[in-house]
Each structure stands twice: as C-alpha cells, then as structure tokens.
C-alpha cells in the first residue's frame, strides 16, 4: 500500500509513534504475507491432519492475546459447528478444574506474540503436565512457547518495533480464522481471507488522516466500545488500545448490554464507539441513535451504513469490503488502533512506549504470585 496519504500526518508527529503508525498501516501487507507463508508451507492442513480427533477448541492468551482468543473461537464455532470456548491464562493457572473439567476432545490454542509471556507459559507446562498436546501462535521464532507447545503456528512478519500490539493481533487472528476454515474445509471463507488485504488497504487508504482530524477536533474523557458476537473482542482490544496509548478510562459493552446501567455515564466528553454487525445491525443502531439522544460523541465503524446510522455518526468509518461478515472482522481494527495512537499523540505521550508498559510479561519464576508488570502480551 502506497504510503502517500499518510506522509502528512507523520510529518506533524514527528518520531513519536512513528512505528505504530507504521505498524498499523502495514497490516493489509502483513496479512498477504502470512496468508503466502501458511499456504506455501501448508502448516493449517498439517494441523488438522495432526488434531483430526479434536471436537473442542480452548483458546487462551493474556491481555491482548485473550481478545484475539474471544474472535477466534467465535469463528471457530460458526465456521465448524464445533464448541470453543476463549480464557484467560491466568483462569487456568489459578482456577484448573473450574476451565478444564467440562471439555473431553479438546484442543488448548496457546497465544502470544513474544512467545515468552509466563502466564501462558505455565498454562502451557500445567496441560502438558496433564498429557494434553497443545497448540501455539507466536510472532517469535526458538521462544520458549515453541519448546512447550506441542506444534506452533509462527509469524514473524507480523511482528512489532512498538510496545503495542496492532499487526501482530490482526496477524494472528486471521491466521486463526484460516485455521477454522481449513479444518471445516470451507474454501470459500477461506478465498475471502485471502481476498480480504487488498479490500483492506483500500478502506484504510483516508482513515488515518479522518481518525487524525476526529481526535484533534473533540475534548473526550471517557471511551466506551460498543458490539457483539464475534466482534465483541474487537471492542475489548479497541477499549484496550486506547488504554495503552494515550493513558484514558476505557471500557467495552456488549452493545445492547450498554443500556442496562452503563448508559448513565453518558455525556457530550464520552466517545462511544460503535462496531456495528450485519446479523444485529437493526437492534445495535437503535442503541446508537439512542445514545446520540443522551448527548454522547459517536464514532461508527461498520460494513456498510444506512441514512439512521449515517445522521446518528459524529464520525463514520464505512469499510464497503465485499467478502462475508466473518471474513472482515480484523479491518474493524484499523479505527480503534488509530483512535489511540492520535489520542496519545494529542496528549503528548508517545504510543510505541507507552508508560508502565513492556513488550512482555516474565514474572518472577520463583514467586509465581508476585505481581506482573501491567502489559497486554
């Protein structure tokens, strides 16, 4: 993707957040390229030759990679039928019986883009403990979750200069989406994957300087990112973002949940951020014009808009990519990715190193309770 419309905006900022900036506008090339290297290598056909027994799927990560676990196994599910279930690692560490007792034929999905997060480190060394083979996802190459795990899916491509995750989390969600489709054997998801980075590019080729623009031209002190089923997580990791990079409250609802309680919080400083699905888009824009009566700021993200939404938007991102629902989940990303680079920004912080923050969580190995860092890897 031609870097042409971006040249403005880092040029107003200068080096700080330059690598996210980089990153996130990188992601439609990143994907081609992982998409390239899985079917050039056919590690997704291995991987269901290997687990071809497996009727359940527990997918696990920390921060971050947790969200990308609450995506993957809502794909997992709807594209084969078959249960899955997304955990903290920490649930597994602490609470064992309470995650584990009710799956049979299961298959744990390890992630982490370092490879070397303690926590899903120990949850991969405790089920190893217990004879079950695993599987992992890392943007690291010889880490340690390479040496638990039973067998690893590794993108390097995807990997990050920033303290902050963006390519590496849509990496590695696609990849798990096209895992779900090899192994339901559905090569039409699995096309529109691959048809997915050259759509993308386009929607996002005018979004940095919009979102750039957005966030110069409102006063906002609290975030809220609203949507369901298998966008939910996206919501999460988007609340999260801004979080990291600019240092603001930020929450995430399931849409329609919002009204029950949260809606209180509301005023003209709130930014909610809607991701508006095709299956709900009737029930979540009444919440939208709902919560433009209470006075709240809106930003909308979705597929394709139609005049209700479009008069309740304070700021539109329509994405217009012509592959099914499930397929254009990552592209969803690009806006809340770009919301807290330029509020970081606008702060005068700089996102790739956020504070309090490091690219990993290694915890003390001989303290096992001992406060971590706060990070989201």
């Given at each position: ?5 971006h040249?403005g905006?880092k ?15 990188s ?5 081609s390229t992982c998409l ?10 291995e ?14 990560g ?8 609450l ?9 084969t ?10 649930e ?5 019986e309470l995650v584990l007792?009710?799956f049979?034929?299961?298959l744990?999905v390890?992630i982490?883009?370092s490879g070397?997060?303690?926590e899903?480190?120990?949850?991969a060394e ?8 695993t ?17 690893t899916i590794v ?16 990496s590695?969600l696609?990849t798990?989406q ?5 192994i339901?054997?559905d090569?039409?998801f ?9 759509a993308?590019a ?7 300087e ?5 966030v110069?031209?409102h ?6 990112y ?11 990791e988007?609340a999260?973002?801004v979080?990291?990079m ?6 995430a609802?399931?849409?329609?949940e919002f009204?029950?309680g949260?809606?209180?919080t509301?005023?003209p400083?709130?930014l ?6 095709e299956?709900?888009y ?11 009566s209470?006075?709240g700021?809106?930003?909308v993200?979705t597929n ?5 939404a479009?008069?309740?938007a304070?700021?539109?991102v329509?994405?217009?990519?012509d ?5 254009r989940?990552?592209?969803?990303l690009f ?14 912080l700089?996102p790739?190193?956020p504070r ?12 096992p309770?001992k406060r971590?860092e706060h990070?989201?890897?």
């Open positions: 993707m031609s870097s042409s419309s040249d905006v040029a107003k900022e200068k080096s700080a957040g330059a690598h996210s900036l980089a990153e996130i506008v992601q439609p090339e990143c994907w390239e290297n899985l079917g050039r290598n056919r590690r997704l056909e991987i269901r030759e290997r687990f071809a027994g497996v009727t359940e799927w527990l997918f696990i920390c921060g971050s990679s947790y969200y990308v676990a995506s993957a196994a809502a794909t997992m599910t709807m594209i039928g078959q249960r899955a279930r997304a955990v903290p690692a920490s597994i560490l602490l609470y064992p007792a009710s049979k034929k299961y744990p390890l982490s883009r070397r997060t303690s899903v480190l120990r949850a405790l089920l190893k403990s217990r004879g079950v083979a599987l992992a996802i890392t943007c690291a190459t010889g880490e340690a979750l390479e040496q638990v795990a039973t067998t993108l390097p491509a995807a990997d990050e200069k920033s303290t902050v995750m963006t390519r590496s989390f849509s590695m696609l798990l096209n895992l779900a489709a090899t339901a054997g090569s039409e699995s096309e529109s994957l691959h048809k997915l980075p050259g993308a386009r929607a996002l080729q005018s979004m940095p919009s979102i750039h623009n957005f110069d031209g006063h906002l002190a609290d975030y809220v609203l949507a369901q089923g298998p966008l939910y997580g996206l919501a999460c988007g999260l973002k979080m990291e600019s240092v603001s409250h930020a929450q609802f399931h849409s329609l009204r029950h949260p809606k209180s509301v005023s400083e709130t909610l951020v809607f991701l508006l699905s299956t709900g009737e029930e979540e824009v009444e919440v939208l014009e709902e919560m433009k209470l006075g700021t809106t930003l993200i394709k808009v139609d005049a209700r479009r008069a309740a304070d700021l539109l329509e994405l217009r990519l592959v099914p629902e499930l397929a989940l990552v592209p969803y806006a809340p990715q770009l919301l807290g680079l330029f509020t970081g920004l606008k702060k005068g700089d790739d190193s309090n923050l490091s690219r990993v969580v290694v915890l003390n190995d001989e303290n309770r971590p990070a989201a890897f």
